[in-house]
């Protein structure tokens, strides 16, 4: 437990909760009660606080805005059954900031800083963290930069905040993604491992052509030869092929997902075989016309595990075998659902409590 931080916390004089119909959460319409915020200035993170969640005012100039400097990254709050509130591996969110932000020239956060925010914030906000099946307390670190400067270098001034809003499951169905092969995400010494904001921007456009098309989301191919799986928009993409668990290796052009990691984990812990490495697109189109395509599946914090319906490619459209004939995903979705909650044991220390 971290309680050193000096935060000064200005409480809401009114609650906005009663505006979330908490049987029917739409993902991340409402936000939660309060807001952190720090600025960087003259080399230090400096004037924590915790205030209500609001507006507030940028300059026209902001270099964030114009250039794009902002980073950001995405963890989950769950209630367990008595009542405590369990954060998902929020270190390795805590890393990976750090990560995206010298990528960035974005200033690093301590993980004793991060962690001291997130739990602040989180325990003043407890009662917007909701407890049905599927849902959770979204919660939202972002740094971008601050200075009124519209020429191009690193900034010297900074904003960290943390927003939360609750949330219910991201898709509602069974995804139909497609393979995308004209359009790049990242390529080689590019920024993709980072999560940094000008690489969701940049998938807008091919992503609604897509969805044009009907699919809800891409499946990004490398950018040299669009012969090899990269992942998803929001998530890292695994398949089972026969009996092995198959997913691109991770590389400085795909995000580094703790719901990767983690799958990863228990299936290993299983005893499943397990290949990290680079997986060809033939390789899977193959398999799903030969029947060999068991499951695939997105992973990542907001859609957790998001079952694939069906695979288009090259103008078909591949289906996958039923979703509740599926095993590895069913039963890993189970497994990963009952560890955020507390309902088994906490076997891989991935559980923060607060
Ligand atoms: N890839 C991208 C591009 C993402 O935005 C995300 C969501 N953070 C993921 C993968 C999954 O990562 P995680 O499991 O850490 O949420």
Redesign the pocket.
Known sequence: MIDTLDIQITQSQSSRISEIDFDHIEFARIYSDHMFVSNYNDGEWQDNEIVPYDYFNISPANTAIHYGQSIFE?LKAYKAGDGRTLIFRPTD?SK?LNKSAQRMCIPSVSEEFFMGALTELISLDKQWIPDRPDTSLYVRPFIFSMDEYIGIRPSAFFKFMIITCPVGPYYSTPVKVMIETHYTRAASGGAGYA?AAG??GASLYPAKLAQDKGYHQLIWTDAKDHKYIE??????IMFVIADTLITPAVSDT??D????DSVITIAKDWGMKVEERKVEVEEVIGAAKDGNLKDAFG????ATIAHIELIGYDGKDYMLPPVEIREFSNKVLKELNNIKCGKIKDRFNWIYTI
């Open positions: 995405g969110n990976r999560k690489n969701y992942e998803s928009g929001t998530m890292n795909i995000l997902g703790i719901t990767r992973t990542g914090t907001a």
